[in-house]
């Protein structure tokens, strides 16, 4: 206990010492990196089918002119347009990624209409690599059928264009560097154009190291939105931190009976201990504290209360509740480092948090119940045992607690207690056959009422009833052995389509953007998920068979 202490000290620590890292990292020019900006170069390539033969061939030496010109620390990315457009390569310093890409594009398309998207993702890739003040575009395309001139865009553009037929607008394209503050060159100077990235000094002004942006190693950039979703991640772990350190201090290590009679004992009168040093728990229970006040304003806290009882957690409810919290805004901060869009990962997150907390109870609810319809015969037969011996039902059950069986022990205990209060032991009996939904148990009191009030072998009902439920279980074993094949082809048809459809998004993203972005792609996503739960509560009556 106390390693288990010491570890969860020092995770109490580090949380601590990385938010304040990260708040640091945010707040003040004194924690910024000394390294700039990255510097990026993005050539937009156009693979129109023209008719020169040799279009494509000149552009690519172009491009690779340009980039071999380019400082060794500039990234070069390459985005393909023509009738659409796409990311071949994102911005990276190996030329030879960047040969093996030129050499890969084919032509494509019959026009070259798509350089203005073409050019906004361009100044979008830019963006999220933090590079929108130290980044140039590259424009080498014909204008095939490009009558209309492009808009602005904020970042300076540079141009190579040339003419074939009369369907080319090779004008305009320059054009576009005239607007963006770019320069124009023919394809065989691409090479000059590279001068638009200095060399950087080798030992840079002190006051620019100041001036720089935070910056990581090559290819990931600390931009404030990551600040943010690490620092939720930081205060989720501390926080759960604080309140496993608030769960293992000295004073609840006391075996809960002896602290329950402490209550009754002279220690009662003695005044209550000083608090801990700066109040150890102080932030865990003022946390817990404001937790309650909200369970207690929805009235969530009995419910919840009930359900940790039946599964046998004596964790209070508004601690369970905050662990929940912790749980949400931690899913919902990695879900938004990995989407990318803190709308989805906050939605998602938080779903995916608290179902998970709630199967989770709901899973350990049914396993405590399943261990006590497994204990139930046994525990009967040492019962039945006692009885004939000439103990009492009372005092068999004692015997069955004193064996320390959980879950069976426990709740015979509590069951036991209630009637030294004066509850009646059938009573007590129904209410331990309630809290674990145990119809075994139901049929016991009801034959412990029968047999109180016609007399008989008390013993002797146990046993038969022991052999029942043996009978029972050794069907339902049998049923469940002989069902298992229908069982795994459910899981497997249910979890097929989801498997299938996530490996989709995740490898051709644009492929399955339809299903998200238009009317009948949605409607179809509903269709789908609808059949998908008709389908899960069909094979699940066909599998489930009752004994």
């Known amino acids: 206990m106390r390693a288990a202490l010491a570890v969860v000290r020092g995770l109490t620590l580090a949380c601590a010492c990385g938010l304040l890292a990260v708040l640091g990292t945010s707040l ?82 019959l026009t070259s209409k798509a350089l203005p998207a073409a050019l906004d993702g361009a100044v979008a890739t830019a963006g999220r690599l933090g590079a929108s003040s130290s980044s140039r575009l590259l424009v080498i395309s014909d204008g095939e059928f490009l009558s209309a001139l492009t808009a602005a865009v904020p970042v300076p553009t540079d141009a190579i264009g040339w003419y074939y037929d009369r369907d080319d607008f090779a004008g305009n394209v320059r054009k576009i560097a005239l607007v963006n503050g770019g320069h124009v060159a023919d394809l065989g100077h691409a090479a000059g154009l590279a001068g638009a990235f200095p060399a950087l000094h080798p030992h840079p002004h002190p006051s620019a190291r100041h001036r720089a942006t935070p910056q990581a190693a090559p290819g990931f950039t600390l931009t404030t939105s990551l600040v943010e979703v690490l620092g939720l991640v930081f205060v989720a772990s501390f926080f759960l931190a604080l309140i496993l350190l608030r769960s293992l201090r000295r004073g609840d290590r006391k075996p809960k009976l002896a602290g329950q009679l402490d209550r009754y004992g002279p220690k009662a009168a003695a005044p209550a201990s000083p608090a801990a040093p700066d109040g150890e728990g102080k932030v865990a229970r003022t946390a817990v504290g404001l937790m309650s006040q909200v369970l207690s304003a929805r009235e969530g806290e009995p419910r919840l209360a009930q359900r940790l009882d039946h599964a046998g957690i004596g964790r209070p409810p508004a601690e369970w509740a905050l662990l929940g919290v912790c749980v949400c805004i931690g899913l919902s901060a990695a879900l938004t480092v990995i989407f990318g869009n803190v709308l989805v990962g906050v939605v ?69 207690s209630e009637t030294r209060l004066g509850v009646d032991l059938a009573d007590a009996l129904d209410s331990v056959a309630y809290r674990l939904d145990s119809a075994d148990l139901r049929w016991v009191v009801m034959a412990i009422r029968i047999q109180r009030e016609t007399g008989g072998n008390l013993a002797e009902v146990l046993r038969n009833t022991v052999a029942t439920m043996r009978e029972r279980a050794f069907l339902r074993r049998q049923v469940r052995s002989l069902s298992a094949e229908g069982r795994l082809s459910a899981y497997v048809l249910l979890a097929l389509p ?49 004994v």
Do not use: C
Not at 361 to 378: T, V
Not at 513 to 523: A, E, K
């Open 28 to 109: 003040g020019p004194a924690a910024a990196w000394a390294a700039g900006p990255p510097r990026v170069a993005i050539i937009l390539f156009d693979t129109n089918s023209s008719p020169a033969r040799d279009q494509m061939t000149q552009e690519r030496r172009a491009a690779l002119a340009y980039a071999g010109a380019l400082p060794p620390d500039v990234r070069v990315g390459l985005i393909a347009f023509g009738d659409t457009w796409h990311s071949v390569l994102d911005p990276t310093t190996s030329r030879a990624r960047l040969a093996t890409a030129l050499a890969a594009l084919k032509p494509a398309g």
């Open 498 to 546: 989801l498997v299938v459809g996530g490996w989709l998004f995740y490898s051709n993203p644009k492929y399955m953007q339809p299903l998200y972005t238009s009317v009948f792609g949605v409607g179809m996503l509903a269709i789908a998920l609808v059949l998908i739960v008709i389908g899960a509560f069909w094979m699940r009556n066909l599998i489930n068979v009752k």
């Open 348 to 416: 998602i997150g938080v779903l995916a948090g608290w179902l998970g907390m709630r199967l989770a109870l709901s899973m350990k609810i049914s396993k405590r119940r399943s261990a006590f319809d497994e204990q139930l015969p046994n525990v009967l037969q040492m019962v039945a045992g006692s009885i004939q011996t000439g103990l009492s039902l009372a005092q068999g059950l004692d015997t069955v607690v004193r064996e320390d069986t959980q879950p069976a022990a426990g709740e015979f205990a509590r069951a036991l």
